[in-house]
C-alpha cells in the first residue's frame, strides 16, 4: 500500500531563513507523482510544487524546490528566504501515475510557523 | 476564471439526519475529487469521477456515504444518518483530465459538526 509520512508536526524559522520540511514515501509502483501543498488557516489548499517519479531533476518553483531523493524515497521541501505568509500547514502528497487519475494520499502534515 | 466552488460553507447537523454537500467543478474538468479532512489531520480520499461515472469509491468509509454527478458538473456528497465521528471539512477537487499527472484545484471546502 502507499503510504506518505511528514514526521515534523511543527517547525519553527526565522523570517529570511531557509527550512526543509521532511516527507518519505513508500510505494512499490516505478511511476509516481510528489505533491507539496500549503494550508493557510484559512483552509484552502495551494499546490507549490510537483515531482514526476521519472524526472532527472529536482523541481523548483520560485522559493519552493524539492529535494528528491529516490532511492532514500524523500521528497523534502525546501522553502527559501522564509516569509511571514509562508506560516500555515504543509502537505506531502503522491499519486500513482500508472493508476490512470489522480487519487492523492496525503501525509499528516507540517505545520511551519514563521518568526519575525 | 471561477475557480472549484463548494456550498454550504458551513453545515451544523444533528446526529441521525441527512446532509447534502455540493460541489461545483472548474469548467472543463472532467475529474473531480471529494475528500475528508478531520481536525488536525491530513486528507483522506473518498471518490474519484471521471465524467458521470465513479470508477473508484474506495474511501467511501460506509454505505451511509454516496455521491453523484452531472454530467462534468456539478456533484454532490450525501452523508445518511450522520454520527459524530462525520465531523470533518469535506474538500472537493477537479483537475482538467484523469490520465497522468494534473493539479488538482482544490474548493474550499464544507466544514460539517454533527452534534
Known amino acids: 500500500a502507499q503510504k506518505i509520512t511528514q514526521t515534523q508536526p511543527g517547525m519553527f524559522v526565522q523570517e529570511k531563513e531557509a527550512v526543509t520540511l521532511d516527507c518519505t514515501y513508500d510505494?512499490?509502483?516505478?511511476?509516481?507523482?510528489l505533491f507539496w501543498y500549503k494550508q493557510p488557516s484559512s483552509g484552502e489548499m495551494i499546490f507549490l510544487i510537483y515531482?514526476?517519479?521519472?524526472?532527472?531533476q529536482n523541481a523548483t518553483e520560485g522559493r519552493y524546490s524539492l529535494n528528491f531523493q529516490k532511492a532514500r524515497k524523500s521528497a523534502n521541501l525546501v522553502i527559501s528566504a522564509s516569509q511571514l505568509g509562508d506560516s500555515a500547514m504543509y502537505f506531502c502528497a503522491m499519486t500513482l501515475i500508472s493508476g490512470g487519475y489522480n487519487k492523492l494520499i496525503f501525509g499528516a502534515g507540517t505545520r511551519l510557523a514563521v518568526h519575525p | 476564471g471561477a475557480g472549484v466552488s463548494q456550498s454550504p460553507s458551513n453545515k451544523v447537523t444533528e446526529k441521525g439526519k441527512d446532509v447534502e454537500l455540493r460541489c461545483d467543478p472548474i469548467s472543463g474538468h472532467t475529474a473531480l475529487y471529494w475528500y475528508r479532512q478531520r481536525l488536525g489531520q491530513g486528507l483522506e480520499f473518498l471518490i474519484y469521477f471521471q465524467g458521470n461515472s465513479a470508477p473508484d469509491k474506495s474511501g467511501l468509509p460506509s454505505d451511509r456515504f454516496s455521491a453523484e454527478r452531472t454530467g462534468e458538473s456539478v456533484s454532490t456528497l450525501t452523508i445518511q444518518r450522520t454520527q459524530q465521528e462525520d465531523s470533518a471539512v469535506y474538500l472537493c477537487?477537479?483537475?482538467?483530465?484523469?490520465?497522468?499527472?494534473?493539479?488538482?484545484?482544490f474548493g474550499p471546502g464544507t466544514r460539517l459538526t454533527v452534534l
Open positions: 515531482q514526476g517519479s521519472y524526472d532527472q
Open positions: 477537487a477537479s483537475s482538467p483530465r484523469g490520465p497522468g499527472h494534473n493539479e488538482q484545484f
Open positions: 510505494t512499490s509502483d516505478p511511476s509516481y507523482g
